[in-house]
């Protein structure tokens, strides 16, 4: 009787290590499926074309914080006052002729005579003379505006220069390009109305890449494909026939 019960608890011992085996099979192969699953997930993500090479959000992209904020509407009343605030000075300046000079003369003028009026009033209304706050400009901020112009001025004059050495290509031909169509736009228009266009495009242009963002990286990838296309027929029949310069030569050497 003792052995026929020994016989019946392995029996169950391997009953119960066969399913425990078959568990850990399948919680394997499910895990295995998960893992897979995940890779072709973040494959395809990786996969997924974004303008111009773009990894981080739209507003990383546009250096976050604040300016972020107000470029992509995320307070609204900031938002509209800003871009309201730029149309009044668009209006005021190019569409009624109205001169800068002239504004801020005219603005002293009504600041002077009504702080000059109210203090000289106030003793015989017997009421307290305005407090006019002393403005002094602290020398911080200028110094490291001063110094951020400055960093910009000097990477901005490292790139002419590059590029004016001919090293690489397609920058200098998309710098000419670009140059070439702000010479166009300038002859079209004035200083102002352009900052005032790129104002505009700045309160538009985020905010509708950032809702239809999917649907415009597929065309921008379709254009992307058919400008490289183009470019490839110009390099075989134009640039390629380019003599090489010196730089290139010497490199090689």
């Known amino acids: 009787m003792a052995d026929h019960h020994k016989d019946e608890e392995r029996k169950d011992e391997s009953?119960?290590?066969?399913?425990?085996?078959?568990?850990?099979?399948?919680?394997?192969?499910?895990?295995?499926?998960?893992?897979?699953?995940d890779e072709k997930k973040s494959s395809l993500k990786a996969k997924v074309y974004r303008l111009f090479g773009r990894e981080k959000p739209v507003h990383r992209v546009l250096g976050g914080g604040k300016p972020a904020d107000v470029f992509l509407w995320r307070d609204?009343?900031?938002?509209?006052?800003?871009?309201?605030?730029?149309?009044?000075?668009?209006?005021?300046?190019?569409?009624?002729?109205?001169?800068?000079?002239?504004?801020?003369?005219?603005?002293?003028?009504?600041?002077?005579?009504?702080?000059?009026?109210?203090?000289?009033?106030?003793t015989f209304i017997k009421k307290s003379p305005p407090r006019i706050p002393e403005v002094i400009i602290p020398e911080k901020p200028v110094l490291n505006f001063a110094?951020?112009?400055?960093?910009?001025?000097?990477?901005?004059?490292?790139?002419?220069?590059?590029?004016?050495?001919g090293k690489d290509l397609k920058k200098f031909l998309a710098v000419i390009a670009g140059l070439w169509v702000l010479s166009v736009l300038g002859s079209c228009t004035d200083f102002l109305t352009l900052l005032y266009i790129i104002t505009l495009l700045l309160f538009t242009v985020p905010k509708f890449y950032e809702k239809y963002e999917d649907q415009v990286d597929s065309y921008a990838e379709k254009a992307m494909s058919e400008l490289k296309k183009q470019y490839a027929v110009f390099d075989a029949r134009v640039l390629s026939r380019i003599p090489r310069g010196p730089l290139k030569d010497k490199k090689r050497d």
Not at 91 to 120: K, R
């Open 15 to 37: 009953l119960m290590e066969k399913i425990a085996d078959k568990i850990e099979a399948h919680d394997s192969s499910s895990s295995s499926s998960s893992d897979s699953e």
């Open 76 to 122: 609204v009343k900031v938002s509209a006052g800003v871009l309201g605030g730029a149309t009044a000075i668009w209006v005021l300046f190019d569409v009624l002729e109205y001169h800068l000079l002239t504004l801020v003369c005219h603005g002293l003028i009504l600041a002077l005579v009504g702080l000059f009026l109210w203090s000289n009033a106030a």
């Open 147 to 165: 110094s951020a112009v400055r960093i910009h001025i000097n990477q901005a004059f490292s790139a002419l220069r590059d590029i004016a050495s």
